[in-house]
């Protein structure tokens, strides 16, 4: 049985959710699994990332990575359950983008 860290699992789903915010393509389909995932509000709070991002320039990127994992990781204690499906969205990210690996 694999054991989940959920601190480390906000941080890696951060960390990607920082990377592709450049890449059209794969922000898209990372919006999409995680408005699944964990619901419409994440989606729309992805596209505002994405907006100050683009408009405060790259030196906004860690900030925003920081605010996720902040948010990921409060939601991962309210509902530890959705942990091995942001895992997974990670891993998908990663293998469909390989540089993500390293992110």
Same mark, same amino acid.
């Given at each position: 049985?694999?054991?989940?860290?959920?601190?480390?699992?906000?941080?890696?789903?951060?960390?990607?959710?920082?990377?592709?915010?450049?890449? #059209?393509?794969?922000?898209?389909?990372l919006r999409? #699994? @995680?408005?699944?995932?964990? /619901?419409?509000?994440?989606?729309?709070? @992805?596209?505002?990332?994405?907006?100050?991002?683009?408009?405060?320039?790259?030196?906004? @990127?860690?900030v #925003?990575?920081?605010?996720?994992?902040?948010?990921? #990781?409060?939601?991962?204690?309210?509902?530890?359950?959705?942990?091995? /499906?942001?895992? /997974?969205?990670?891993?998908?990210?990663?293998?469909?983008?390989?540089?993500?690996?390293?992110?």
């Amino acid at each position: 049985m694999q054991v989940i860290h959920q601190p480390r699992v906000a941080w890696d789903a951060a960390r990607v959710i920082g990377r592709a915010i450049h890449d #059209e393509h794969l922000f898209g389909w990372l919006r999409g #699994e @995680l408005g699944a995932l964990m /619901g419409p509000a994440t989606a729309a709070a @992805l596209d505002e990332t994405r907006d100050r991002v683009r408009w405060a320039g790259d030196a906004r @990127l860690p900030v #925003e990575t920081g605010v996720w994992r902040v948010r990921l #990781e409060d939601s991962l204690r309210q509902h530890p359950d959705l942990a091995g /499906g942001l895992a /997974g969205v990670v891993s998908t990210a990663r293998a469909l983008r390989p540089v993500l690996a390293f992110a």
